[in-house]
């Protein structure tokens, strides 16, 4: 097991310094310890959930995948959401609600993919924007509508 985690644990390092373009002699011991250390450390059997709070079981989950705070907000916002559809779902049937197995899904983009996705980002926030502006607008004129000769103005 120590001779296949070790051959594991240096691939690891390996691809990681490539990745970063570290000098790999300085940093392939250091790195290759911890991930040994975490491999080692890490619990052989999930702990049993407490209770059911979706805010804590995000923070968790964030804290153990390595995760910033700003996805803690999404994931439990998708967790009640998808709690508040089952609730609704079933409410009213006499089955039995079906067990979900869930799993958190994160996507390993391409540099291509990423710029795609932060493209289509801002054209969202673009369309989003002047949609907004353009009802603001719309309720301006509403409030102060113009006169036959401000309009002949215009044109």
Known sequence: MTAMLENSSQKQVLVLC???ELNTSTF????AMSIR?????????PPAIIENNPEQFAMKLC???GLGGEFVTGIAY???GQLSWHQRTYAFSEAPLPLVEWAPHMETLTNAEMEKKIRDQ???THVSLSRAVNRLIRADEAMYP??????RKKI
């Not at 392939?28 to 790195?31: G, L, S, V, W």
């Open 18 to 20: 490539d990745d970063l």
């Open 28 to 31: 392939i011991p250091a790195i």
């Open 37 to 45: 250390q975490q491999i080692e450390g890490y619990p052989s059997e």
């Open 63 to 65: 804290s153990e995948l």
């Open 78 to 80: 998708s967790i009640r």
């Open 122 to 124: 801002d054209r969202n």
């Open 146 to 151: 113009s006169t036959p000769e401000k309009r």
